[in-house]
């Protein structure tokens, strides 16, 4: 199966679903500059890894493939701006 993208968008505290079961993510690719923030992935509300702060638009970052057990979401914190692209398998359609 192919990598799938969401696109992650910050814009102060809030919350996004990349996908709601386990879930392998490879990286991200920053769309529009992040700020001097940082991004928590979670697995079921659990931190497992995260972006860097102030990563500049064109950035990419390779995980090789970083596992989420139950499902990956996103926490933005208060006061983050940007916006990046996920790419991640839904491990329970492989």
Not at 1 to 21: G, K, P, Q
Not at 71 to 81: G, K, L
Request: hydrophobic letters at 40%.
């Amino acid at each position: 199966m192919e990598w799938e993208t969401a696109v992650v968008s910050c814009l102060s505290a809030n919350t996004i679903t990349v996908n709601d079961r386990a879930t392998l993510v490879k990286g991200f690719y920053v769309n529009t500059a992040l700020s001097a923030h940082q991004a928590e992935f979670r697995d079921n509300g659990v931190m497992t890894f995260k972006t860097p702060s102030s990563a500049g638009e064109g950035d990419a970052v390779d995980w090789d493939a970083a596992r989420s057990e139950t499902n990956c979401v996103v926490f933005c914190a208060a006061s983050m701006t940007g916006n990046f692209t996920v790419l991640y398998k839904d491990l329970a359609r492989e």
